[in-house]
């Protein structure tokens, strides 16, 4: 049957479980085609059976993320799925690179105890470090824009790490240079999460290992993903190339910073870290995205022809797109997030009737609150909530 015919004779789901788990949920709340609720009397409340297990550390924490079915936003001729980073321990994707930077590095004797790490970052990975850094005890500083959200400076500062700030107007090559010249001067460890192979590795070992965990026996159509450093779309493609080599690989980047869709790749030196700033590059809204250069981690999936197609999108799409899967899904994503279902839904529009994708969703909303994406999200009462708590007598607000 196909997927159409299921969805017109089927009723439609209102809760994103299926009965896998007993006990989870034992009942659907279902809707019939005339807008009837038929309600399951078996159904009863939710129980959960915990992990089994006490973890060692937060660090054991990160990965095994969810995949998660989008129920209300989807076309219905789609089946589409996100990958929820956000769950990680400090709220994005990044925290699996950051783990295996420091973990590599300790392995192979390159980190000695108590030394300084150091790293050129937007956010996310700085994040990710500091909490790696905070739990195993290094001192951790970050080079950063002053362009980039205000509460990822305060987070890292939350979590111990110290920050320098770096001129906006000399983009990411400035805090990159900065970072670099630090480590230098210092003997700090160069966390390079641009370059090391540490990054792309650890997609491969976990990312890639759990999308292919979860989508065993189901068809996998579309893996839709962006990039920052690379690492997401090198490492899992790695695996997907040679255990699902069916899926499609859809790699995305901002419209105005179409860095890898101008065919021209940027110079680099002996340690393959770039020697200027790539000339397509403009800043764009969508943090945690596409740096002012091609990073060498990314080149790796380039070379070895390891993405289908490179769809820009623009970051108003990406808003729009991160704003609908709050409110209408309840999944809080960034803009990247949003960007990256952006290219779903347009995917969706010509794609097979029954296809299904995963979406990478790469960190959560709340590192968002100072940006565009809460533009125009009121402080105040909206008419209507004034409306609401005129409509009876209790605790109104005083006129003003
Ligand atoms: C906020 C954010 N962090 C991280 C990533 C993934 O980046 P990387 O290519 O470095 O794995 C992305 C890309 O989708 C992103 O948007």
Known sequence: MSCAAELQEAPKTLTSFEDKTPGLLSGRLAQTPDGQINRDETMTIRTTDGRGQRFDSILDTVGNTPTIRINRIAPPNVEVYAKFEA???????????????????????????GQTVVEATSGNTGIGLAMV??????????????SFSVERRKLMRFLGAKV???PRALKGFGMYTKAKE????????????????????????????????????????????GYGTGGTVSGVSRVLRQERPE?????????????????????RNE??????????????????????FIPW????????????????????????WSRRLAAEEGIFTGVSGGSTFAIAMQLAETAPEGAVMLVMLPDTGERYLSTPLFEGVPEEMTEEEEAISLSTPSAQMPAE
């Open 182 to 225: 630090l480590a230098e001067e210092n003997g700090w460890f160069l966390a390079s999460q641009f370059e090391t192979p540490d990054n792309a590795d650890i997609h491969e070992a976990t990312t890639a290992r759990e999308i292919l965990a979860d989508f065993e026996g189901k068809a996998l159509d579309y893996w839709i993903t």
């Open 297 to 320: 981690v990314l080149q790796e999936a380039v070379d070895k022809g390891n993405y289908d197609e490179l769809i820009p999108v623009t970051g108003a799409d990406g808003i729009t």
């Open 164 to 166: 320098v700030l770096t």
């Open 271 to 292: 340690q393959h870290q770039p020697t200027e700033s790539h000339p397509a590059f403009e800043p764009h809204p969508i943090q945690g995205w596409t740096p002012d």
């Open 247 to 267: 899926t499609k690989i859809i790699l995305s980047e901002p419209a105005n910073a179409a860095i890898l869709g101008s065919g021209y790749i940027n110079t």
């Open 87 to 113: 769950f990680n321990p400090a709220g994005s994707v990044k925290d699996r690179l950051a783990l295996n930077i420091i973990e590599a590095a300790e392995r192979e004797g390159r980190l000695q105890p």
């Open 133 to 146: 850094c905070a739990a195993k005890g290094y001192p951790l500083v970050v080079t950063m824009a002053d």
